[in-house]
């Protein structure tokens, strides 16, 4: 059971370039989040998903976008970085509701020069 | 809104001492509160959770935590570090509304010194 797999684990990218990175899950989640990790801010809400073709705003969605065309897919994307966006980005998915436990992938590191 | 306040960006103990990690939270209507830890260079995975029924919550590892509603706490304690108990401990919290996503606190980084 793979769980929630993150690609890539790592990117540099520089100020302009776009890019995606990919959220797979197996494990049926309904709801599924992007967060961004930094130092002494803790874990911030992107976007997150309700269900397949729903997506919704978190608290930082500037500068950011995603799509849920698939279930088990949830993508975030990035038309033209910025140096802010330097970060560690986790996505995440539950079955659960409110009460759910959150599963959490590994990360992807993401440097923009 | 909800919001979760951890006290203690970094907190040092020394192994075999009490681990208490602090947090508040901020919510209007009766809240799931949450505790999260992450280990280096992962993601987060769940240590406990309280939704209803018994205040004091117990979680894996040994953790547990207790839902104080008079004080809005929701305090993480173990009785006796251990060295692998070093990590990052997220509190967070999620009302009853709809499908509002967890907040979570800013974290406290846990040092356990031998």
């Known amino acids: 059971n793979a769980g929630v797999t993150q690609t890539p684990k790592f990117r540099v990218l520089k100020t302009g370039q776009s890019m995606t990175l990919l959220c797979a899950q197996d494990?049926?989640?309904?709801?599924m989040y992007w967060y961004r990790q930094d130092p002494g801010m803790g874990l911030r809400l992107i976007h997150y998903?309700?269900?397949?073709?729903?997506?919704a705003k978190g608290e930082v969605p500037d500068g950011y976008n995603v799509s849920r065309l698939k279930k088990q897919n949830f993508l975030l994307g990035l038309e033209s970085a910025a140096p802010s966006q330097t970060s560690v980005y986790f996505c995440?998915?539950?079955?659960?509701?409110?009460?759910?436990?959150?599963?959490f992938g590994e990360g992807s590191r993401l440097t923009v020069l | 809104a909800q919001s979760v306040t951890q006290l203690g960006s970094h907190v040092s103990v020394s192994e075999g001492a009490l681990v208490l990690l602090r947090c508040n939270y901020s919510?209007?209507?009766?809240?799931?509160l949450f505790w999260y830890v992450q280990y280096p260079n992962q993601g987060l995975q769940l240590l406990l959770k309280?939704?209803?029924?018994?205040?004091l919550v117990k979680g894996i590892n040994g953790f547990e935590a207790e839902f104080k509603k008079s004080e809005t706490s929701f305090h993480l304690t173990k009785p006796s570090a251990h060295m692998s108990d070093a990590a990052e401990y997220f509190c967070a919290v999620s009302d009853l509304r709809g499908n509002t996503p967890l907040v979570f606190g800013k974290g406290t980084r846990l040092s356990v010194i031998a």
């Open positions: 919510s209007s209507v009766p809240p799931y």
């Open positions: 309280y939704t209803t029924g018994a205040t």
């Open positions: 494990m049926n989640h309904e709801y």
């Open positions: 995440a998915g539950t079955s659960g509701g409110r009460a759910g436990e959150l599963f």
């Open positions: 998903s309700v269900g397949e073709g729903t997506t």
